[in-house]
């Protein structure tokens, strides 16, 4: 079987732009893989132009160390997240490709699954007025939704530092979440890596009362000794991965024995088995792997069967069901989030497939993501023009 082209289709939705990426083969056997690049699609579209033929085109999808070793080393600056990302979109599409060609779910080509379900928890619900009532509503709904998880930030446009008054009105926040669920559900607290480490530290202990699962990037990620020194000092756990691209950059966090969980996205960095290789490093210093996943129904089914068969895994990130409907009908197939838990994907491959005439229904748009505009959690960036 060999590799015959490779195509892209970009998405947008409201606030984010999914890339789309099918390799198809002189079988007829198509897989597909995706990526959400935050102001980078272009890119991430250009570098596979560049990539595809020299690295990819001819080569057996089935040998998918190969065609990953080939991207990677071949990319002479060395890869950062368009190239990691680009190879993540191929190296999920030839999974789909070798699952299909003999009849097996991904996640049973990678040691077969550990767990008979898959827990979940909710992103993107919190899309109103930055006031507690509206905080307290929003989570109620997650809820009833099945969610028994809830990752938010409550922190507003906050970067380095926090004036007194909006520190208040972010406990106010996180008090109206912990009321609306309950004390059983989790609550995740998102600080996107905004503050200086003492400012952490003291969000942190204002906020450990509402017992949170863990605070995630609390410090800029390009800093580690940062985050050491804040998470020394932060009693609940800290969690942390999204913005690091390779394992080498992995290797450090884990050494400094900094994190208690890590996120890496597998359409970040380089796919599937990259991260079940990171996550077995991790198993070594008794880290716990919670991926970071704000992709669409592919990117999830890439996930999916991650979890399904990774020892330490704790938990997965979902967004779509607070987005758009039509997003999970680009590529229909995974299980829905039943009282708090994804049954294992089914079908042989991902087990989505990528519905073409929906993808051509929402054409890409100029879409830019500032995490530091006022209401950016609202998740309305499409721009006139």
Same mark, same amino acid.
């Given at each position: 079987?060999?590799?015959?082209?490779?195509?892209?289709?970009?998405?947008?939705?409201?606030?984010?732009?999914?890339?789309?990426?099918?390799?198809?083969?002189?079988?007829?056997?198509?897989?597909?893989?995706?990526?959400?690049?935050?102001?980078?699609?272009?890119?991430?579209?250009? *570098?596979?132009?560049?990539?595809?033929?020299?690295?990819?085109?001819?080569?057996?999808?089935?040998?998918?160390?190969?065609?990953?070793?080939?991207?990677?080393?071949?990319?002479?600056?060395?890869?950062?997240?368009?190239?990691?990302?680009?190879?993540?979109?191929?190296?999920?599409?030839?999974?789909?490709?070798?699952?299909?060609?003999?009849?097996?779910?991904?996640?049973?080509?990678?040691?077969?699954?550990?767990?008979?379900?898959?827990?979940?928890?909710?992103?993107?619900? *919190?899309?109103?007025?930055?006031?507690?009532?509206?905080?307290?509503?929003?989570?109620?709904?997650?809820?009833?939704?099945?969610?028994?998880?809830?990752?938010?930030?409550?922190?507003?446009?906050?970067?380095?530092?926090?004036?007194?008054?909006?520190?208040?009105?972010?406990?106010?926040?996180?008090?109206?979440?912990?009321?609306?669920?309950?004390?059983?559900?989790?609550?995740?607290?998102?600080?996107?890596?905004?503050?200086?480490?003492?400012?952490?530290?003291?969000?942190?202990?204002?906020?450990?009362?509402?017992?949170?699962?863990?605070?995630?990037?609390?410090?800029?990620?390009?800093?580690?000794?940062?985050?050491?020194?804040?998470?020394?000092?932060?009693?609940?756990?800290?969690?942390?991965?999204?913005?690091?691209?390779?394992?080498?950059?992995?290797?450090?966090?884990?050494?400094?024995?900094?994190?208690?969980?890590?996120?890496?996205?597998?359409?970040?960095?380089?796919?599937?088995?990259?991260?079940?290789?990171?996550?077995?490093?991790?198993?070594?210093?008794?880290?716990?792997?919670?991926?970071?996943?704000?992709?669409?129904?592919?990117?999830?089914?890439?996930?999916?069967?991650?979890?399904?068969?990774?020892?330490?895994?704790?938990?997965?990130?979902?967004?779509?069901?607070?987005?758009?409907?039509?997003?999970?009908?680009?590529?229909?197939?995974?299980?829905?989030?039943?009282?708090?838990?994804?049954?294992?994907?089914?079908?042989?491959?991902?087990?989505?497939?990528?519905?073409?005439?929906?993808?051509?229904?929402?054409?890409?748009?100029?879409?830019?993501?500032?995490?530091?505009?006022?209401?950016?959690?609202?998740?309305?960036?499409?721009?006139?023009?």
């Amino acid at each position: 079987m060999k590799i015959v082209d490779v195509k892209t289709h970009v998405v947008s939705t409201a606030w984010r732009n999914l890339t789309y990426v099918r390799v198809l083969t002189d079988e007829g056997i198509e897989g597909v893989g995706e990526v959400r690049m935050i102001n980078h699609t272009d890119a991430l579209v250009g *570098y596979l132009a560049e990539a595809v033929p020299n690295h990819v085109i001819g080569h057996d999808p089935r040998n998918i160390e190969d065609i990953v070793r080939r991207m990677y080393l071949n990319d002479y600056a060395r890869p950062g997240e368009i190239a990691m990302s680009a190879i993540a979109t191929i190296e999920m599409a030839c999974w789909d490709i070798f699952g299909k060609s003999v009849g097996l779910p991904v996640y049973q080509l990678l040691g077969g699954a550990v767990r008979d379900k898959i827990k979940a928890y909710a992103n993107g619900w *919190y899309t109103v007025e930055r006031t507690p009532e509206e905080f307290h509503a929003a989570a109620k709904r997650a809820v009833a939704r099945g969610y028994h998880a809830l990752k938010f930030d409550p922190f507003g446009a906050g970067f380095y530092e926090l004036e007194r008054g909006e520190r208040v009105k972010i406990i106010g926040l996180v008090e109206a979440v912990r009321d609306a669920i309950g004390p059983e559900a989790e609550i995740m607290l998102e600080m996107h890596g905004r503050f200086n480490p003492v400012t952490a530290v003291a969000m942190a202990q204002e906020l450990a009362r509402f017992d949170p699962s863990w605070v995630e990037e609390p410090v800029p990620p390009e800093n580690l000794v940062a985050l050491k020194k804040a998470s020394e000092q932060i009693t609940v756990p800290v969690a942390t991965g999204e913005r690091i691209h390779s394992r080498y950059d992995f290797r450090e966090l884990l050494e400094l024995q900094a994190a208690d969980i890590i996120q890496p996205d597998i359409t970040h960095i380089g796919g599937i088995l990259e991260t079940k290789k990171i996550a077995a490093w991790a198993d070594a210093y008794y880290v716990l792997v919670a991926p970071h996943n704000v992709g669409g129904a592919v990117a999830t089914a890439a996930a999916l069967h991650f979890a399904a068969s990774t020892p330490n895994f704790k938990i997965q990130e979902h967004f779509n069901d607070f987005a758009e409907e039509w997003v999970k009908k680009l590529a229909p197939g995974n299980p829905e989030v039943v009282d708090g838990y994804f049954a294992l994907p089914q079908g042989p491959g991902l087990g989505v497939t990528l519905d073409l005439d929906e993808v051509a229904r929402h054409p890409r748009q100029h879409v830019f993501f500032n995490l530091y505009d006022e209401d950016w959690h609202k998740r309305q960036t499409i721009k006139e023009g």
